[in-house]
T-cell receptor, first 112, second 114 residues
Framework: QKEVEQNSGPLSVPEGAIASLNCTYSDRGSQSFFWYRQYSGKSPELIMFIYSNGDKEDGRFTAQLNKASQYVSLLIRDSQPSDSATYLCAVTGGGSNYKLTFGKGTLLTVNP | EAGVTQFPSHSVIEKGQTVTLRCDPISGHDNLYWYRRVMGKEIKFLLHFVKESKQDESGMPNNRFLAERTGGTYSTLKVQPAELEDSGVYFC????????????FGSGTRLTVV
C-alpha cells in the first residue's frame, strides 16, 4: 500500500472554477500535512500546511484535513492559468517531524 | 536572500561512471536534506545533515551513494558507479529549524544514466 496517494490526474479546469485536489495517507501517526506546488523544471514550493482537523484558508487556497478518514485536500478557488502546475501532497509523522513523505503529485491545468 | 543552489542542473553520464552533485544551502541553515524523484515515482527522502553530521541516512538506496557536507556548508552527493536506475531528479533542501515548514528546495539536478 502506497503511503501517500493523490488523485492521479491530470486535472483540467476552466479559469475561474474551483480546482479540488485530494490526498490520502496510510500512516495514522502522520502529524503534519503539506501542499507543495511545482512548476515544470522548478523547485517544489510550499503553499499550504495544516496540522489540525478542519479547514485552513489562505487567500484562494483552502486545505482540509480529516484525520479519521486519513484524508487531506486542497481547494483552489477562482483558478488562474498561473495555477497550472503539479501539486504535491506531503506528510510527516511516525516519529519524524522533518522527513517528508510525498505523493506522486497531480498535474493541474487551468484553461483560459 | 539567495536560495538553495544545485548544480549541475542536468547531467548525462554512462553507466559505470561517477557523478557528483552539489548543493549550496541557504547561508546559516544548519539542516540540509537530499531527496530524489525517480521517473514515475514520488519524491523520496534520502538523507539529512545537521551541520556536517549525518543525522538520518535511512533513505540512501545503497552504498554506491555517498553524501558529504564539508564544514557544515555545501553538500555533495556522489554516485559511484552509476546505474541506469539512478536516473532521476535529485533535490536538495535546507532549513534553519527542524520543521518542514522552513524547507526551501533547490531546483534539482536531473541525472540521466545511459
Amino acid at each position: 500500500q502506497k503511503e501517500v496517494e493523490q488523485n492521479s490526474g491530470p486535472l483540467s479546469v476552466p479559469e475561474g472554477a474551483i480546482a479540488s485536489l485530494n490526498c490520502t495517507y496510510s500512516d495514522r501517526g502522520s502529524q503534519s500535512f503539506f501542499w507543495y506546488r511545482q512548476y515544470s523544471g522548478k523547485s517544489p514550493e510550499l503553499i499550504m500546511f495544516i496540522y489540525s482537523n478542519g479547514d485552513k484558508e489562505d487567500g484562494r487556497f483552502t486545505a482540509q484535513l480529516n484525520k479519521a478518514s486519513q484524508y487531506v485536500s486542497l481547494l483552489i478557488r477562482d483558478s488562474q492559468p498561473s495555477d497550472s502546475a503539479t501539486y504535491l501532497c506531503a506528510v510527516t509523522g511516525g516519529g519524524s517531524n522533518y522527513k517528508l513523505t510525498f505523493g506522486k503529485g497531480t498535474l493541474l491545468t487551468v484553461n483560459p | 536572500e539567495a536560495g538553495v543552489t544545485q548544480f549541475p542542473s542536468h547531467s548525462v553520464i554512462e553507466k559505470g561512471q561517477t557523478v557528483t552533485l552539489r548543493c549550496d544551502p541557504i547561508s546559516g541553515h544548519d539542516n540540509l536534506y537530499w531527496y530524489r524523484r525517480v521517473m514515475g515515482k514520488e519524491i523520496k527522502f534520502l538523507l539529512h545533515f545537521v551541520k556536517e553530521s549525518k543525522q538520518d541516512e535511512s533513505g540512501m538506496p545503497n552504498n554506491r551513494f555517498l553524501a558529504e557536507r564539508t564544514g557544515g556548508t555545501y553538500s555533495t552527493l556522489k554516485v559511484q558507479p552509476a546505474e541506469l536506475e539512478d536516473s532521476g531528479v535529485y533535490f536538495c533542501a535546507s532549513s534553519q529549524d527542524l520543521d518542514p515548514f522552513g524547507y526551501t528546495f533547490g531546483s534539482g539536478t536531473r541525472l540521466t544514466v545511459v
